[in-house]
């Protein structure tokens, strides 16, 4: 799927509806897992705050590009689904040596939670640290415009 959005709301109000449809459909059978790719302000941060918006967070989502990873509560009011996920994780991999420093931070337990939703700005810089279940692959691009993004969505692992 390709959607193209004139504006950091309209990317935010994507985002929000693809939350929904992200706890409505994955297994709960490990963490749910959204990797994140695309150029500097392509777009993956004004992503996730829409994204944890329609969670529920309640905190300003900012970018973890110095912390590398941060862990949201997440709502309960999505509708009709009561508090799955129960954690947002948002991971920043832009400063990130090599996929052996997440691992080293836990990545594995990570997607064991079954009650955490990943998202993963730069993920195809640890492709091969990424699971092929249980995610969503988005890719951000620019467009012509200075506000136009192409922002294309698949299941299942980038190949
Ligand atoms: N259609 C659009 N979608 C998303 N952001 C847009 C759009 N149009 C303009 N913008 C602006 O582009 C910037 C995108 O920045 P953002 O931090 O989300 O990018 P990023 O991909 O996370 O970058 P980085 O790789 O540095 O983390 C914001 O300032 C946002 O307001
Ligand atoms: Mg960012």
Redesign the pocket.
């Known amino acids: 799927m390709q959607i193209r959005?004139?504006?950091?709301k309209?990317?935010k109000r994507l985002a929000a509806d693809f939350a929904e449809k992200v706890v409505t459909d994955l297994k709960r059978n490990s963490a749910a897992v959204v990797a994140l790719e695309?150029?500097?302000?392509?777009?993956?941060?004004?992503?996730v705050q829409g994204f944890a918006r329609a969670l529920g967070v309640k905190e300003n989502v900012l970018?973890p590009?110095f912390v590398l990873m941060k862990v949201y509560k997440v709502g309960c009011q999505m509708s009709g689904v009561r508090c799955y996920p129960k954690h947002l994780i948002h991971i920043?991999c832009?400063r990130l040596d090599s996929p052996q420093d997440l691992l080293h931070l836990g990545f594995k337990d990570l997607l064991k939670d079954k009650d955490a939703i990943i998202l993963i700005?730069?993920a195809d810089r640890i492709k091969k640290i990424i699971p092929t279940k249980n995610i969503f692959w988005i890719k951000?691009r620019h467009g012509k415009l200075?506000?136009?993004?192409t922002i294309s969505i698949r299941q299942g692992q980038e190949t």
Not at 5 to 8: D, F, P, V
Not at 146 to 149: A, E
């Open positions: 959005t004139e504006s950091a309209d990317t695309g150029d500097l302000g392509a777009g993956k941060t004004t992503f970018s590009t920043d832009y700005e730069w951000f200075p506000s136009v993004r």
